[in-house]
């Protein structure tokens, strides 16, 4: 007979109950193999158990990021964003997202959604992890993102007519070629569909918001998605992408970042999540233009940076769903956590904010029973900090321990 699998537990002060909302004390997680069996608060230790020790920290959930690119990071253009982007194959992007998939569990984030990568980059990485080849997160991975031509999801846009690039993107017309494009996506080891509803602010169409696909289209997206399984999110900043999107039965709409009234209320109706990467503003602002990026994408972010946070403020108000999501990639990799800050200083508790990312987020993914929370039958992804993450959740951004599926991935509390 095969030897039982081994069993260890981890203790710590507190544990942040994600389900209910509180905080409960002396808590001990055994694991069997990659997952927990049993949390108790007894302070008993079953014989045979080997306990990982870790003081005064208190224990969250993994944490769970909806919307990353790990196959870039804006640290790459060291010069000017022209010259990276020309220079740039997706060469590059294998070679350097096992750095960011690193960095981004290292920071606590056990569990990302890839919403969008050329040429199925995404796939090999997701794949290499599962394999256990190179260290990183759970993901799950779109592919390339659909997109109109002349759109977000389409990267010669602004460029001379005679320049095309030869990576497999998702840019698709009109409801066959989109459900081509959604078949094609799956067919290559897609977990979820993104498509592009509305402009955006880092690539070069005028606008920020308007509506990039008909009605017509989005249905057809979300039709053909649903009927392989998949999952879909929209990227949409304006009013009347975002309802549009939701209209077709989207998911999730990323970005959100000009919802209106109606919008609140049909996001409501249709049970879709809003994530809104609230962190984002104060990186482009900082640092975008220094990069050589043309001014009018540093204008477009000023149109929808603030309206995004006070939109934010009204989502939480009204009682939306809401995910956990940064679009990390377009700033640095491991900075994922500082968007919890800018959650709670526009309207939520920390609690709330650890909710986003956490069983909120795992529902999106449909991964409740696996990750999210700490409870039997689920994963051992689990994080620990030194502080209170309930008064400061900033210290969020100082995760001292990583688990995942029950090996220690880091562990430097100081006991
Ligand atoms: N990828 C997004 C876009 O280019 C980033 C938007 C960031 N701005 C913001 N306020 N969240 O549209």
Not at 82 to 107: G, N, Q, V
Not at 135 to 144: A, D, E, I, K
Not at 335 to 349: E, R
Request: proline share 4%; with cysteine.
């Amino acid at each position: 007979d095969a030897a039982p699998p081994a069993r260890v537990a981890v203790r710590a002060a507190h544990l942040v109950d994600v389900k209910d909302g509180t905080v409960r004390d002396n808590p001990l997680v055994i694991i069997e193999g990659e997952r927990i069996t049993e949390v108790r608060y007894d302070g008993q230790v079953p014989a045979g158990v080997n306990v990982i020790d870790l003081g005064s920290a208190t224990l969250l959930p993994g944490l769970i990021d909806c919307h990353v690119h790990l196959t870039g990071d804006p640290t790459e253009v060291k010069g000017d964003y022209y010259e990276a982007m020309l220079k740039r194959s997706s060469f590059d992007s294998a070679i350097l997202s096992p750095t960011y998939a690193k960095r981004t569990l290292d920071a606590g984030f056990t569990t990302v959604r890839n919403l969008g990568a050329d040429d199925f980059v995404d796939v090999a990485l997701r794949n290499a992890i599962d394999r256990g080849d190179i260290p990183g997160p759970r993901m799950l991975v779109s592919g390339p993102p659909l997109g109109a031509t002349g759109g977000h999801a389409d990267g010669t846009t602004g460029f001379s007519p005679w320049i095309t690039f030869h990576d497999i993107d998702g840019v698709a017309d009109g409801v066959d070629a989109i459900r081509h494009r959604v078949r094609e996506n799956v067919k290559h080891g897609a977990d979820v569909i993104k498509f592009m509803a509305s402009a955006g602010v880092l690539s070069m169409e005028a606008s920020v918001g308007a509506p990039q696909y008909s009605q017509e289209e989005m249905n057809a997206v979300v039709d053909e998605a649903h009927r392989w399984g998949k999952k879909v999110a929209a990227h949409a900043h304006g009013a009347e992408a975002i309802k549009m999107a939701i209209r077709a039965g989207v998911d999730s709409v990323e970005h959100s970042s000009m919802i209106d009234e109606e919008g609140l209320k049909l996001a409501k109706q249709h049970g879709t999540y809003l994530d809104f990467d609230v962190y984002n503003d104060d990186y482009i602002l900082a640092e975008y233009a220094k990069k050589g990026f043309p001014a009018s994408t540093v204008e477009k972010e000023k149109l929808v940076g603030r309206l995004q946070r006070e939109n934010f403020q009204r989502a939480v108000k009204a009682g939306e769903k809401m995910a956990f999501g940064t679009d990390a990639g377009v700033y640095p990799h491991g900075w994922n956590a500082k968007q919890f800050a800018v959650m709670t200083k526009w309207g939520m508790t920390p609690m709330q904010a650890v909710q986003a990312a956490t069983v909120n987020a795992a529902d999106l993914l449909g991964m409740t029973g696996k990750v999210g929370q700490v409870a039997p039958g689920y994963y051992a992804d689990l994080v620990a900090v030194s502080g209170d993450p309930m008064k400061d959740v900033a210290q969020l951004e100082h995760v001292g321990f990583v688990m995942k599926g029950g090996a220690v991935e880091k562990n430097e509390i100081k006991r």
